[in-house]
């Protein structure tokens, strides 16, 4: 699979609250400040399309949704923003931060909700194209403490409603992924400041990019920070042209 064109895919996962997006945020502060290109991204979601379908999974009245349905809507968000967003950027030498990405597919829809592990892995398989992450950060965090932290700033959504059992059933899934692939997936403790976290993180990343190492910490992020427009993708954006619209982009 030709992971590693020039950029570098580092996709974080853990469950709620444990720390993601403000990490995300601080990473790409960090990286931009060593002059390096940074694209945040969240799953569900990332192009139009598969914001559209983000609003479908995250919307707490569809809670009669199958899980096989939950399943593939993922996995159609999730191709859609490799082709059209992650793979350009990493051609372009772009440093990929993906908060989630199938490893949260596994974790959730596999050992959470049960469904056959080999339909999951193969699902994965599809949905992503064949993109691997470079390096994937677990944030391993109780599950009372990761609720507890979600729910202080956000309202509940279908996601963080679902409860403490299979939040624990998720974590178990993370944790196994990372025995699994012990190069790939590095377990993180997800406990303490930020910064503290932010610190085990990059330890985690030194291998793979060597110019954080004796680099600051940059000031806490906050989860609703609004992220900044350098490290945003946009439709407007250089992106790999439709094929059914001819050089529309000139
Ligand atoms: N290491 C940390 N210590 C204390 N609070 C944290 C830490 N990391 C995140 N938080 C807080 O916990 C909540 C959830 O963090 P967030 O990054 O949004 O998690 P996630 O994206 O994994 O759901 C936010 O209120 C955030 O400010
Ligand atoms: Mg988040």
């Not at 990493?90 to 469904?115: H, K, M, N, P, W």
């Not at 997800?190 to 085990?200: F, L, N, V």
Request: charged content about 30%.
């Amino acid at each position: 699979m030709d992971n590693r064109a020039r950029g570098i895919f580092i996709t974080l996962e853990g469950v709620d609250g444990s720390g993601k997006s403000t990490k995300a945020r601080m990473l790409g502060t960090a990286l931009e400040a060593l002059g390096r290109e940074v694209l945040l991204l969240r799953e569900p979601g990332g192009t139009p399309i598969s914001e559209m379908v983000r609003d479908i999974l995250l919307d707490p009245r569809n809670t009669d949704i199958t899980p096989e349905a939950e399943l593939m809507l993922y996995e159609a968000s999730r191709a859609q923003l490799v082709t059209q967003v992650i793979r350009p950027a990493l051609e372009r030498g772009v440093v990929v931060i993906c908060d989630r990405f199938y490893d949260s597919t596994y974790a959730y829809q596999a050992v959470g909700r049960g469904l056959p592990e080999d339909d999951v892995r193969r699902a994965n398989a599809l949905g992503s194209c064949g993109l691997v992450p470079d390096r994937t950060i677990v944030f391993d965090l109780s599950p009372h403490e990761a609720l507890d932290r979600a729910t202080h700033e956000d309202g509940a959504d279908r996601m963080e409603g679902a409860g403490v059992s299979f939040q624990r059933r998720v974590r178990r899934g993370y944790l196994k992924l990372a025995e699994a692939e012990p190069d790939r997936v590095r377990v993180v403790d997800g406990t303490g400041e930020k910064e503290q976290t932010y610190e085990r993180m990059v330890a985690q990343l030194i291998d793979l990019l060597p110019e954080l190492e004796g680099a600051p910490t940059p000031a806490p992020a906050h989860s609703h920070d609004p992220i900044p427009a350098s490290m945003q993708w946009s439709p407007d954006a250089p992106v790999d042209a439709d094929p059914r619209e001819g050089d529309a982009r000139g």
